[in-house]
């Protein structure tokens, strides 16, 4: 029995790994230096574009640096001078990151950056949550979760495109091995379809001694604040942005990507919040669950930075209760999807009550079954303080 | 010998530098010696203040200001970037302080001089955290006074020698110089432009404030630095050993160049004794001039 589906015009169809659909994506970007580090599950991802580089495949200058903070410097400095840069990472990586994620995205730097999500010790832990990439949210960079290895793939020149437009990074999230290290069929569109998607990048502003500027001299108070001002407002307008994305994108790979998605929501009296690759997994519970006559839905969080508030409005008003399935908690708080929930629900009149259920963290198990016992359980939920099992 | 230095100045006035700034003046003879196809990139140091606050800058290059531990990793980029462009005519230099080499940058800086990145490092020592007030760094000497060694740095510590540690990554160029010898520097500027790979130039800087100095002196001081043996002037030759590229014909005791500046007031003349056998120890190991 053939499970292969026929792909599209231009496309061509592959079973690969999930973190060679990143590295496919990466090269049909052609960026023009590589910076990486290795680690656990990101490894794939690099090994594959080193690969491409060693064989002439990718014309790409590969940095192999000494350690994940020298890898984004190094994309900092490349991008500073003009050049389309790609660098990938996973966990305690991004969080040796963590003081040049500030200065990229506030330096107004385009980069693309995959994190393969994985949980942060102590103890070890090489396995999937999202408490590395959500504790840099405060980063000005934005965050997108994708569910599938062919919206990885995809998403990767989506991100480029935005990224050169709106002068902001993006991070782009796979979960650690269960889609860095599976494989699925996948459609790998032709260079000549992404070429006339994403054009060569032309920086507004880099280091050139014909046009010498500084980067990043120390800023008065009122100058700092307005800087961040304008950060912010740029962060407003990126759904706009990724709308006109997605449109162009569609017109030429006959695929679409929404920043959220909202799965069987028609009378839905519960709501299921999630993102992810778990998101796979909520979707059968949900059939499941609907089967036996129970109104839930899902709604996919796929953009996490910028928040998506004004469409995550338009898919719960009026629907009484929402699970917020975190893979990450801030500890004293609650989950931080709960958090992002509650914080853009606060000002309806009428709102949902947001259960925040901490679902998983460092890889534990999610069956179809363990959600729908979360929903059959709910009775004995907290609609205040954090569940967990 | 006779050499041109340009007219042009690449450091302009309005810089924020101290009066007597050992580093402002290192900087306006270095970009002299490189010339207008320099990208410069500078990590937290007194050189990210003294560049000028946004939206003004006083170089005439371009300059990129960075995070503190990662120049050599910043720097390792544009240089990458600027060969996908075809730009190998324009010069990548990082200019750093002694705690974003010896300390902070330290291993952004190994992994660079290990994949042998083509662009220079240049260290403007100035033997302390100076732009944060003068604390301690592994490059503060023995008995130096700082605000974290009110006494006097532990002579339990002898300065690193970073010289001998980026000899061992292989670079194309390695070369010590002050701005108080000035043909030398330049020479030295003259080669690492030259080369091709990782150069690193180890410069001796001094700081008024932190020397406890007249900002008049600062030239002179490290002068006596040279000529007492303290910080002599070396390069890597092309046999690939470490040579002295002056040698004083009468070298002065190192008791001058301590007594020159307050910080080492309060060293003992055994202290004295001990910091001018390491000297005389540290410069048999280099060929003489």
């Known amino acids: 029995m053939n499970f292969m589906q026929n792909p599209p015009a231009q496309h ?16 049909l970007c052609r960026p023009e230096v590589i910076a990486a580090y290795p680690i656990t599950p990101q490894t794939h991802i690099i090994e594959t574009l080193s690969s491409m580089v060693d064989s002439g495949e990718m014309p790409s200058e590969y940095i192999k640096v000494e350690s994940e903070m020298s890898a984004i410097a190094a994309c900092f ?16 990586g991004l969080a040796l990151m963590h003081e040049m994620l500030h200065w990229f995205a506030a330096s107004r ?28 949210r405060d980063t000005g960079w934005l965050q997108i979760y ?3 290895a062919q919206e990885a793939l995809d998403t990767i020149l989506l991100s480029y495109w935005l990224t050169e437009r709106i002068m902001l990074p993006v991070m782009v999230m796979i979960d650690g091995f269960i889609l860095s290290h599976t494989m699925e069929q996948l459609f790998v569109p032709e260079q000549d379809l992404a070429d006339r998607f994403l054009p060569a990048y032309q920086a507004p502003y880099h280091l050139d001694t014909e ?3 500084s980067f990043g001299a120390a800023a008065t108070p009122d100058n700092f604040y307005n800087l961040r001002k304008a950060l912010a407002k740029t962060m407003k307008n990126v759904p706009k942005e990724i709308e006109e994305g997605a449109e162009r994108f569609s017109r030429l790979f006959h695929r679409r990507y929404a920043n959220l998605e909202g799965y069987r929501l028609e009378g839905a009296e519960v709501v299921i919040v999630s993102s992810g690759a778990l998101t796979g997994t909520v979707r059968i519970a949900v059939d499941r669950l609907r089967d036996a006559g129970k109104k839930v839905g899902l709604v996919k969080l796929r953009l996490f930075r910028p928040f998506p508030r004004e469409e995550l409005l338009e898919m719960v008003q009026g629907v009484p209760d929402v699970l917020a399935f975190s893979r990450a908690v801030s500890y004293g708080a609650g989950g931080t999807l709960a958090q992002e929930l509650r914080a853009s629900l606060y000002h309806l009149e009428s709102r949902p009550r947001i ?20 929903v059959q359980g709910m009775g004995g939920l907290s609609p205040v303080n954090s569940n967990w099992f | ?18 009066p007597g700034c050992g580093a402002s003046l290192s900087m306006r003879h270095a970009l002299k010696a490189l010339g207008e196809k320099t990208v410069v990139v500078i990590p937290a140091c007194c050189w990210s203040i003294i560049a000028g606050p946004f939206p003004t800058t006083a170089l005439s290059v371009p300059l990129l200001h960075v995070p503190f531990a990662t120049a050599a990793a910043c720097a390792s980029g544009v240089r990458r970037a ?23 940058g330290f291993q952004a800086l190994s992994g660079a001089a290990d994949r042998n990145e083509d662009f220079i490092y240049v260290c403007y020592d100035n033997e302390a955290y100076m732009n944060t007030g003068v604390q301690q760094s592994s490059a503060t000497p023995c008995g130096a006074w700082t605000t974290t060694t009110p006494g006097g740095k532990d002579f339990a510590y002898q300065k690193k020698d970073l010289i001998g540690i980026v000899l061992g990554h292989h670079p194309a160029y390695i070369a010590t110089a002050t701005v108080s010898f000035p043909e030398d520097f330049y020479l030295k500027f003259e080669k690492a432009r030259k080369a091709h790979g990782f150069t690193f130039l180890h410069l001796l800087a001094a700081c008024p404030p932190g020397w406890k100095i007249d900002s008049q002196d600062s030239l002179k001081v490290t002068r006596l630095a040279v000529d007492s043996g303290v910080f002599p002037l070396i390069e890597l030759n092309e046999s690939g050993e470490l040579q002295q590229t002056y040698r004083p014909d009468s070298p002065i005791p190192v008791k001058t160049y301590l007594q020159s500046q307050k910080r080492f007031k309060d060293l003992s003349d055994e202290d004295i004794e001990l910091i001018q056998a390491q000297a005389e120890e540290k410069n048999k190991k280099y060929l003489p001039a």
């Open chain 1, 77 to 92: 400095g490349s991008v500073a001078a003009g050049s389309r840069s790609f660098t990938a990472t996973s966990s305690h």
């Open chain 1, 109 to 136: 730097f385009p980069l693309v950056m995959v994190n393969a999500n994985r949980a942060l010790g102590a103890p070890w832990n090489i396995w999937t949550d999202q408490s590395d990439s959500l504790a840099q």
């Open chain 2, 82 to 104: 600027l060969i996908t462009k075809g730009h190998q005519d324009v010069q990548v230099m990082v200019w750093a302080g002694d705690g974003g080499t010896f300390d902070i």
């Open chain 1, 12 to 27: 061509t169809s592959e079973m690969l790994l999930g973190s060679d659909a990143i590295a496919y994506g990466v090269k």
């Open chain 1, 211 to 213: 046009n010498p500027l």
């Open chain 1, 355 to 374: 259960f925040d259920v901490i679902i998983s963290l460092g890889g534990k198990e999610v069956f179809p079954e363990t959600v729908i016992d979360v």
């Open chain 2, 1 to 18: 010998m006779l050499w041109n230095v340009t007219t042009v100045e690449y450091l302009n006035s309005g810089h924020l530098g101290c």
């Open chain 1, 146 to 148: 994708c569910e599938t």
